[in-house]
């Protein structure tokens, strides 16, 4: 039988209330330990997923017993637990965004580049329809993917008092739409080149950050991504205990052999001149937890679906380099 590796999770807000069914479903990893600043929600995770409240990060990363630990913290806080748990030699798993800036960045992949695996977490990980595209593209039925367009409509986030700050952590691109530029740069398979990037605040003055981002992404070969996303309309919020708010998605691609592409129940349906054809979204083989596990084992690369730190620090770069040149094209430099 695989053995089970032993998981020290930092955070437990939000963020590890949508992963906590599948940290239930891995078969190969066990919680030993949880840190949260507010040690009663770490307390009520501590009874659904195993193991015991420590009252200080560094229990987790001093504990010898401890493989790898998951940083489920704000990208604000990111940086010194990343350099912390490199330095304890622990293998991490943390999600989007990676940092506020690309200082931030820079040092979170000196700190963890050849010593540890850092996996970050996107929409695009554990997502069968993403990996159903990117098998569909890479097999050139349909041509290669040319333009991506998407447009986010939610609320703004009012569960917490840092996701509308742009110096913990950005605007509506940053905080959500960058899940999808990310699987724009995976599913596009070549290098981004240029960045336009567009801010507005239409509708809530009150906000720290604009309330509406879209970002213009080219790549080699006569590729670009249309991104957008708007916190402008006040849609419905069920809850400020966490995310619970409507979500609007409008998504299609475009190939070189124009091929549109959308997906619905019946799965991946690719459309030209009146022709049609269907691909069915295959299942992935186990949870993106045991598949992080089997890389190490196999001293692997990460799974494809899980982006490196690399990567991650390349998505906060492009955004930022947008920012700074407002309505600007601007060359890449990743």
Known sequence: MDRKYNFGIIG???????????????????????????????????????GGVVDDPGAIFD????????????PWARRELIVRAASAGKDIITTKPLAPSVEDCAAMVEAVEGKVRCGVFYLRTGN?????????????????LALVRHDWIHHYPQWNNWATDPAKNGGPFMDAEIHNMNFSRYLMGRAATHVTFFSDNHA????????????????EGDGAAHLFITWAADLAVTS??????????????????????????????????????????????????????????????????IAGLREAAHDIRIIRTGEKNPGRRVALEL
């Open 12 to 50: 437990c807000g939000d963020y590890l209330r949508c992963e906590l069914a599948v940290i239930k479903a891995s078969t190969r990893i066990g919680v030993k330990s949880l840190f949260d600043t507010d040690s009663a929600r770490a307390g009520k995770y501590a009874a659904e997923l195993g």
């Open 63 to 74: 504990d010898p017993g401890i493989d790898a630990v998951c940083l489920f913290v704000p």
């Open 128 to 144: 069968n329809l993403i990996e159903t595209y990117k098998t569909m593209l890479e097999s050139g039925e349909v041509g290669k």
């Open 204 to 219: 809530h003055p009150e906000l720290r950050c604009a309330d509406t981002e879209s970002m213009k992404l080219d790549f």
């Open 240 to 305: 400020t205990e966490g995310n619970y708010r409507e979500h609007i998605d409008i998504t299609y691609f475009v190939t070189d052999q124009g091929w549109r592409l959308t997906h619905g129940s019946e799965g991946i349906t690719a459309s030209r001149r009146g022709e049609k054809k269907v691909f069915a979204v295959a299942p992935l083989a186990g949870t993106r937890y045991d598949r992080f596990i089997e890389s190490l084992e196999k001293d692997a690369d990460l799974p494809r679906d």
